[in-house]
C-alpha cells in the first residue's frame, strides 16, 4: 500500500511539474471523482511551485476551483437525473471502479439531512466527505445555482489553504498533506464561525 502511495505521489508531481496548469486541473478533478490522486499533495506541491516562480497563486486557485466544480456537477448530475433507487443500483455494480459503496452515499446523504443545503459548504472541508455530498445534493435537487454558489465558497476555501500552505513552507510542502484532515476541521470552524457571525449581523439589523 505505502508503494502504491509513493507511487500516486510521484506520479503526481510529474504530471504538475510537465503539465502546469492543466496538470493541476486534471489531477483536481480526477481526485474529487473519488480516484486515489491526493489532492492535497497535488495543491501543496502546486503551492511549493509558486514560491519558486514557476506558478501564479490566482491561476492555481482558479485552476483547481473550476476543477473542483466540474467534478462536482458530473457527481451531481446522476443523482438529480437517475433519483435515488437506480443510483444505488449502479453504485452496487459499478461503484468500485472508483473506490465507492453504498455504504459512502449513505454517510453523504445523512450530512445533507443533518446540515440542509449547507452541508455542501461545510462537507467540502471534511476530508472523506467533500466529494460526495454532491450526490445527495442532486437527488434533493437542490438549486443549481445554490448548488455552484456553495461549492465555489467551500472548495475555494480548501483549496486557498493548502495552496498557502505549500507555498508559505517552501520546501517542506510535503507535510500540509500529511496533515490534511485536522486542517480540514480548522476549516470547518472557520466557516461554522463565519456562519454564526452572520446570522446573527442579520438578527442585529433586523432588530
Do not use: C
Not at 19 to 26: K, Q
Not at 73 to 96: D, N
Not at 117 to 140: F, H, M, Q, T, Y
Not at 177 to 182: D, R, S
Amino acid at each position: 500500500m505505502s508503494d502504491l502511495l509513493t507511487e500516486l505521489t510521484r506520479g503526481s508531481i510529474h504530471v504538475v511539474y510537465s503539465f502546469g496548469y492543466v496538470g493541476v486541473f486534471v489531477l483536481v478533478a480526477l481526485s474529487n471523482l473519488l480516484l486515489p490522486i491526493p489532492s492535497q499533495l497535488v495543491l501543496a506541491f502546486s503551492g511549493f511551485l509558486i514560491d519558486r516562480g514557476y506558478f501564479s497563486f490566482p491561476m492555481v486557485l482558479l485552476t483547481s476551483t473550476a476543477a473542483s466544480l466540474v467534478s462536482a456537477l458530473i457527481l451531481y448530475a446522476p443523482g438529480h437525473r437517475l433519483g435515488e433507487k437506480p443510483l444505488h443500483r449502479f453504485v452496487r455494480r459499478f461503484g468500485r471502479l472508483a473506490f465507492v459503496n453504498e455504504s459512502h452515499l449513505y454517510k453523504a446523504s445523512a450530512w445533507f439531512e443533518q446540515h440542509d443545503e449547507k452541508a455542501v459548504l461545510i462537507a467540502r472541508l471534511i476530508p472523506g466527505v467533500g466529494s460526495l455530498i454532491s450526490v445527495p445534493a442532486g437527488l434533493n435537487r437542490m438549486p443549481l445555482w445554490r448548488f455552484l454558489t456553495y461549492t465555489t465558497l467551500g472548495a475555494s476555501l480548501w483549496n486557498t489553504m493548502f495552496i498557502g500552505l505549500g507555498w508559505a513552507l517552501g520546501t517542506w510542502w510535503r507535510t500540509v498533506a500529511q496533515y490534511a484532515q485536522p486542517l480540514g476541521y480548522v476549516g470547518l470552524a472557520i466557516v461554522v464561525s463565519g456562519l454564526f457571525w452572520f446570522l446573527w449581523h442579520r438578527r442585529r439589523i433586523h432588530r
